[in-house]
């Protein structure tokens, strides 16, 4: 059993920053692609960022140059660097690993609001 654990939402003023982390922890994890999704209030869910095995990356266009994924794989966790943050990056965060064998795993969510 993989079960996916976040850390680091919360309140922050606009222009300001913060940083998400994501653990995967289980047997055999052995992961091709770890990344964060966000949905809003109304809204689908949506890729902000995502980083694979070796380190490639791909951002959704509203967070390139602000966000900032990266990846320990010997730790098996995810970080997201996120700065510059607007009121319309509020929402709730959602970590995902998409392993090699084909499995997803998705974490709990962590509630990231942008508000004065």
């Known amino acids: 059993q993989v079960h996916l654990v976040e850390s680091g939402g919360g309140l922050v003023q606009p222009g300001g920053s913060l940083r998400l982390s994501c653990t995967a922890f289980g047997s055999h994890l052995n992961i091709k692609v770890m990344g964060w999704y966000r949905q809003a209030p109304g809204n689908q869910r949506e890729l902000v960022a995502q980083?694979?095995?070796?380190?490639?990356?791909n951002y959704a266009d509203s967070v390139k140059g602000r966000f900032t994924i990266s990846r320990d794989n010997a730790k098996n966790t995810v970080t997201l660097q996120m700065n510059s943050l607007k009121p319309g990056d509020t929402a709730v965060y959602y970590c995902?690993?998409?392993?090699?064998?084909?499995?997803?795993?998705w974490g709990q969510g962590t509630q990231v609001t942008v508000s004065s």
């Open positions: 995902k690993a998409e392993f090699f064998a084909g499995a997803n795993y």
């Open positions: 980083i694979n095995w070796s380190g490639s990356t």
